[in-house]
């Protein structure tokens, strides 16, 4: 396993942004394809955007056209930029290391079962 750990969450006025990151050690990212997913209070956790380790990306309808992923191998470390944030938007955000590093669609990487190691997770909390 990758030991994860998120930061950059916080308070943002509706329509402003943040960038998160998730910072790995233990191993590299690489071969890993990786996941964001959120948690609002009362609702499960669901899906939010994946990238494969070739960069393929897919994002959930929510985040289609205001968030974006990506990832530096250099820094060992994936990002999500979030734009144009709306209130709906306030969740915990956690990102996921997957070991089955390349999947291309809408199904791939929906199970949190696909994923091995999970980061503590960062509050976004987005204000009208």
């Known amino acids: 396993q990758v030991q994860l750990v998120e930061s950059g969450g916080g308070l943002v006025q509706a329509g402003g942004s943040l960038r998160l990151s998730c910072a790995a050690s233990g191993r590299t990212l690489s071969s890993y394809a990786m996941g964001w997913f959120r948690q609002a209070p009362g609702k499960e956790r669901e899906f939010v955007i994946y990238i494969t380790r070739v960069g393929t990306t897919y994002y959930a309808d929510s985040a289609k056209g205001r968030f974006t992923i990506s990832r530096d191998h250099a820094k060992n470390t994936v990002y999500l930029q979030m734009n144009s944030l709306k209130p709906e938007d306030t969740a915990v955000y956690y990102c996921?290391?997957?070991?089955?590093?390349?999947?291309?669609?809408?199904?791939?990487?929906?199970?949190?079962?696909?994923?091995?190691?999970w980061g503590q997770g960062t509050q976004v909390t987005v204000s009208s």
């Open positions: 996921a290391a997957s070991p089955r590093g390349y999947c291309s669609g809408a199904g791939c990487y929906r199970n949190l079962n696909e994923f091995d190691s």
